[in-house]
T-cell receptor
Framework: AQSVTQPDIHITVSEGASLELRCNYSYGATPYLFWYVQSPGQGLQLLLKYFSGDTLVQGIKGFEAEFKRSQSSFNLRKPSVHWSDAAEYFC??????????FGTGTRLLVSP | ETGVTQTPRHLVMGMTNKKSLKCEQHLGHNAMYWYKQSAKKPLELMFV???????ENNSVPSRFSPECPNSSHLFLHLHTLQPEDSALYLCASSQGLMDTGELFFGEGSRLTVL
């Protein structure tokens, strides 16, 4: 069965600084890979997804992620963080939506 | 209305009550899902419906009873719940089970069991 690890529970970044959130997964084949963001009291919003093709994926709000098969990773990056990016970020992996497995999330705090 | 709508947004119930959560999607999708989100735990998939048929029951206790009358509506009937069932219940939908689209989530129903 697939699994997802988000090793950082909390990350604090200064506004304007770069961001990288880590996601490692375990899966036998090339999975569907997603990053979702959740603001307090809200549902999850898709930031970006990877199914196949170019391993560098662009998403909304200036986010990007890179699929590295050799490292079983799908890290999320943003060159310059804004205060509005403070939220919880979830990585998800699976062979399809029916078997999607989510990580425990990384809470991003943005300091002024 | 657009997207995935969940009602009620907040629900407080006693252990002997019976209540229901409702989810409606306006996206023309064929698959709908119930997830449970508890503090400090990963999102847990509970049920999956595709074209109104249940395709996944992730060993959910029988005190949770889903119903999918059509592809646009999904209910979660609750009865004799336990305090540990307090959580955010998220509904989601997708066009299919394995397409290259995305899973759209509602804003959730926050359930508190006293």
């Amino acid at each position: 069965a697939q699994s997802v690890t988000q090793p950082d529970i909390h990350i604090t970044v200064s506004e304007g600084a770069s961001l990288e959130l880590r996601c490692n997964y375990s899966y036998g084949a090339t999975p569907y890979l997603f990053w979702y963001v959740q603001s307090p009291g809200q549902g999850l919003q898709l930031l970006l997804k990877y199914f196949s093709g170019d391993t560098l994926v662009q998403g909304i709000k200036g986010f990007e992620a890179e699929f590295k098969r050799s490292q079983s990773s799908f890290n999320l990056r943003k060159p310059s963080v804004h205060w509005s990016d403070a939220a919880e970020y979830f990585c998800a992996v699976g062979p399809g939506f029916q078997k999607l497995v989510f990580g425990t999330g990384t809470r991003l705090l943005v300091s002024p | 209305e657009t997207g995935v709508t969940q009602t009620p947004r907040h629900l407080v119930m006693g252990m002997t009550n019976k209540k229901s959560l409702k989810c409606e999607q306006h996206l023309g999708h064929n698959a709908m899902y119930w997830y449970k989100q508890s503090a400090k735990k990963p999102l847990e998939l509970m049920f999956v419906y595709n074209f109104k048929e249940q395709t996944e029951n992730n060993s959910v206790p029988s005190r949770f009873s889903p119903e999918c009358p059509n592809s646009s509506h999904l209910f979660l009937h609750l009865h004799t719940l336990q305090p540990e069932d307090s959580a955010l219940y998220l509904c989601a939908s997708s066009q299919g089970l394995m397409d290259t689209g995305e899973l759209f989530f509602g804003e959730g129903s926050r359930l508190t069991v006293l």
